[in-house]
């Protein structure tokens, strides 16, 4: 079993692309009271296709929404085809700090002000993320899997050695997030 992180297709899309190393997260509607917390180091990327419209992302990845939509899998299925590693993680209260990673995200500037107006007692979680390509596995949805919380356990190999960035991009991306964050 792996801890698996209920993701946004679209989102899972763009971390697979380079286009996104950075997840912002304040936690599910179940986990109001505790807030977001990442359970672990390591895991499965879990698609979800509840919530998502064009408003929410920059106008320039609203392709990945459209190939989302596409390429849903079958009902009562999912597609696993990437897992991560948090490589750094800090909890953000400044609007300010949250703006200035706008070039590690496909969401728009409203949604995000959106998400940080929601429970504003509570601090963003900023995590960021190396990803790696695995080979496409499909599973059954299982019950469990359903409701708005972040984390699932799931049965997935996801052994990989192959990153979506390499090391240099990485450590670039990387030491700029760091920088504006510290």
Known sequence: MMKALKEWATVVMALENGDQTVLLRKGGILETASGFRVEDKKFTLFPT????????????????????????????FNRITSYAEVLAEHDVSSMEKIEKLSDFHIWSDSYIVERMNWMPQKPMTVIFLKVYKIPPVEIPVLPEYHGCKSWIDINVNNESEKSVLNEAELEKKLSEFRRILN
């Open 49 to 76: 296709y509840e919530h998502q419209d064009n408003t929410s992302l920059k106008s320039q990845f609203y392709r990945y929404l459209a190939d989302a939509r596409e390429q849903k899998p079958r009902e009562g």
